[in-house]
């Protein structure tokens, strides 16, 4: 078992660490308070390369490991976590997919300009009865010709607002059930597609949640990503990886929360001491770095199986629901140091205690993951 980053991955982290500090941090909470999509700092990130980081160079990318894309991703989302799922989404739910299952033309012509972050994806699988249930899908898409003719609503789509393509899901064959799904890839102007709501939501203020509705929206049949009645797996598989993102956004606002708080605690007095002399204080820190670092290590465990192309889907799992659990549990600690500050807007930590919500929900629930976990233990 091997602990030490490469020089190549110390490098990335260092790189992610200092465009997060010098550039994102300063705008973080003016970001969450608009609500404005930070277009600039995308655009940087595609420049540093961070929107297609495992991504073959041929078609793009960085072609870096998932551990790189770990380490990037924390550094990112401890200093803005709307930014961190933005650059989540395009490497993890549409980068990824593409790469893996795209024909050569489907990669030249959409995952090349997706890499460079010279176009923005969003991954089109959540309809309004159908979240954590994703086998159930209602969009339908009905063979004409060369063609499909899509009709649906899609859900709580991260990107929806911005993207230029979206990977859509929908039902080719309804009798089939999840084996009836198939996927395509959809440039966001195409006739009939639109976006028929923005969420307004506790966190993660900065990026978009869309509601889209797709009305007659006919896509040539070279649009679909591998086969006929592949969707499901596809969506599945592409999960897996999503939740390695998710959870290293987790502990980018989990590290954040926990670097702010040791900060407070070792300037505040009460009773005539600084607070950190106190061991309900230490104690809590204590926590806060035990939960930190063995989510950390998760994630990296999980990354690390990813890159050998080994099977990481529990791996993953875990990693997304400890880091989420342990982002929730630490962003709550980060309030009770700071006291009545910490629940006010001139401190940042209440910030992160909204952000974290939603690394408990999206890209599967916490109690999804529980559930793909015990699945794949009592298979194995
Ligand atoms: N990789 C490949 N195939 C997989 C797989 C995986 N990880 N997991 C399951 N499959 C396959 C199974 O092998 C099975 O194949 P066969 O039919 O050939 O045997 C098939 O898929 C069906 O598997 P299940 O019976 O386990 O499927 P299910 O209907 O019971 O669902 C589930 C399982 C785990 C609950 C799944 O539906 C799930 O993960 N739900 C959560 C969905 C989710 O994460 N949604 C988030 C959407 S994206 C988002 O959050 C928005 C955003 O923009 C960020």
């Known amino acids: 078992m091997q602990f030490e980053l490469t020089d190549e991955q ?21 970001l969450d308070q608009t609500g404005a999509f930070p277009s600039d700092i995308v655009k940087k990130l595609a420049e540093l390369g961070f929107m297609g980081i495992m991504v073959p160079p041929e078609y793009g990318g960085s072609g870096l490991d998932t551990i790189s894309y770990v380490l990037a991703m924390e550094e990112i989302s401890s200093a803005c976590a709307s930014t961190g799922v933005i650059m989540s989404v395009n490497n993890s739910l549409v980068c990824d997919p593409l790469a893996r299952f795209g024909s050569e033309e489907q990669k030249r012509e959409f995952l090349t300009p997706l890499a460079k972050g010279e176009k923005l994806g969003c ?22 010709g060369d063609s499909f003719v899509i009709n649906g609503t899609k859900n709580f789509i991260t990107n929806g607002r911005e993207a230029d393509i979206a990977i859509v899901f929908a039902m080719t064959d309804k009798a089939k059930g999840h084996k009836g799904i198939s996927t395509f890839i959809i440039p966001r102007d195409t006739k009939g597609f639109s976006v028929s709501r923005l969420e307004h939501k506790l966190g993660i203020r900065a990026s978009s949640t869309a509601q889209f509705v797709l009305e007659d929206v ?64 230490q104690w809590m820190v204590a926590d806060m770095a035990t939960r930190l670092d063995a989510a950390r290590l998760l994630t990296l465990r999980a990354a690390y199986l990813k890159d050998r192309k080994a099977r990481f889907s529990k791996e993953a799992a875990m990693a997304k629901l400890f880091a989420a659990e342990a982002a929730m549990w630490i962003t709550t600690k980060a309030i009770q140091i700071h006291g009545g500050y910490g629940y006010t807007t001139d401190y940042p930590v209440e910030r992160h205690f909204r952000d974290a919500k939603i690394t408990e929900i999206y890209e599967g629930t916490s ?8 699945t794949n233990i009592f298979k194995e």
């Open 10 to 30: 110390k490098m990335i982290q260092q790189t992610a660490r200092d465009f997060a500090d010098g550039v994102i941090k300063p705008r973080a909470k003016d």
């Open 367 to 374: 109690e999804i993951q529980r559930l793909v976990i015990a």
């Open 123 to 144: 991954f089109a699988l959540s309809e309004p009865n159908a979240g954590s249930d994703a086998a159930r899908q209602q969009t339908t898409a009905a063979q004409d």
């Open 218 to 281: 006919r896509v040539d049949r070279r649009n679909m990503l591998a086969n006929i009645g592949d969707g499901f797996k596809i969506a599945m598989s592409t999960l897996d990886g999503g939740r390695i993102g998710i959870a290293s956004q987790a502990l980018g606002i989990a590290k954040a929360a926990m670097e702010e708080s040791v900060e407070f605690a070792k300037q505040r007095e009460a009773f005539g001491q600084i607070i950190h002399n106190f061991e309900a204080i």
